[in-house]
C-alpha cells in the first residue's frame, strides 16, 4: 500500500538562529528581521550568571517580538 503525502504547507515555527554580518553578530529570528540587541549590560557576579542574565533577556525579547513589525525586505 502506497501512503500519499498531503500538498498543504506546514507551519512552520520561527526559532533563534546566529547571525553574523558586516554590522551585526548575534541572536535574530529564523522567520523576519528582529535582532537581539541587549538592553544593558547583563546581570551577575559570575560569567555563568552573566550568561544566564543575557540569555533570559534574549528568550524573553524574542519570545515578545511581533514579526510583523520586524519583516524582512523584499527586494
Given at each position: 500500500m502506497v501512503a500519499l503525502l498531503s500538498c498543504k504547507p506546514v507551519a512552520t515555527h520561527a526559532g533563534l538562529v546566529w547571525v553574523k554580518r558586516k554590522r551585526f553578530m548575534g541572536w535574530a529570528c529564523s522567520k523576519c528581521a528582529w535582532e537581539f540587541?541587549?538592553?544593558r549590560i547583563p546581570a551577575g557576579n559570575t560569567l555563568a550568571q552573566i550568561r544566564e542574565s543575557y540569555e533570559r533577556e534574549c528568550n524573553a525579547e524574542?519570545?515578545?517580538?511581533?514579526?510583523?513589525?520586524h519583516s524582512k525586505c523584499k527586494s
Open positions: 540587541n541587549p538592553s524574542f519570545e515578545s517580538h511581533v514579526r510583523a513589525k
